[in-house]
C-alpha cells in the first residue's frame, strides 16, 4: 500500500472516479486544483499499517479522536478539511463508503504521536530515516509501524502544502 496525495481519478478507474467526486465534494470544500503529478510515498506493508494504529492507540489512548484508529487501509482519504471525527460517505455502486477524515486533524494527530514515540516530523530527519529503511538490508523487513508512520506524515505534510487530499491506495 501507499499514500497518494491527488485526486480520485489518481486512485481509482475513471467512472468510479468521478462517482466519488459526485459525493465527495457536494459534502466537503473541494481541495485546490492542481496541474501537479500525483505524489506517491513509497510502498509501506498492510502490517505496518495495523502495527502503527496499535501503537498510536496505545501511547495516545483510545479515548484520543483518532484519524487512525478504526480506519480500514481501503477507500480512504483526508481532505483539507476540519472534521470532529472519520465520516463514512455512501458512493453509488460501491460495495463499501469511502472513509472520509479531516487533514489537518491527522497532522496534528501524528505530530502529537510523533511526540510521544520520540519520532522526527522534520522533513530532512523523515527523509533520512526512510532511507536508513531503504538502504539498511537488516532494517528493511523491521519496525514497520515506523516506516508507515514515515511515509504517511510526509504524504500528509505534501498533502498540507499543496492543499490537496490524501488518499490510501491499495
Do not use: C
Request: charged content about 20%; overall charge negative; proline content about 6%.
Amino acid at each position: 500500500m501507499s499514500f497518494v496525495v491527488g485526486s480520485s481519478a489518481d486512485i481509482f478507474p475513471a467512472d468510479f472516479a468521478r462517482s466519488v467526486d459526485a459525493e465527495l465534494w457536494k459534502r466537503y470544500p473541494a481541495p485546490r486544483e492542481s496541474s501537479e503529478e500525483a505524489w506517491r510515498s513509497d510502498i509501506v506493508e498492510h502490517e505496518g499499517w495495523k502495527q502503527l494504529q496499535q501503537l498510536a492507540t496505545s501511547m495516545l489512548g483510545s479515548g484520543h479522536p483518532s484519524q487512525l484508529a478504526g480506519v480500514d487501509a481501503y477507500q480512504m482519504v483526508w481532505v483539507p478539511a476540519a472534521l470532529p471525527h472519520v465520516e463514512h460517505v455512501a458512493i453509488p455502486n460501491a460495495a463499501d463508503p469511502l472513509q472520509v477524515g479531516s487533514l489537518p486533524a491527522l497532522v496534528e494527530e501524528l505530530r502529537v504521536f510523533a511526540g510521544a514515540a520520540s519520532l522526527p516530523t522534520d522533513d530532512v530527519e523523515l527523509m533520512e530515516l526512510a532511507a536508513h529503511y531503504l538502504e539498511d538490508d537488516l532494517a528493511f523487513d523491521k519496525d514497520l509501524e515506523i516506516q508507515t508512520y514515515v511515509q504517511l506524515m510526509l504524504a500528509a505534510k505534501q498533502a498540507s502544502a499543496r492543499g490537496q487530499a490524501l488518499w490510501i491506495a491499495s
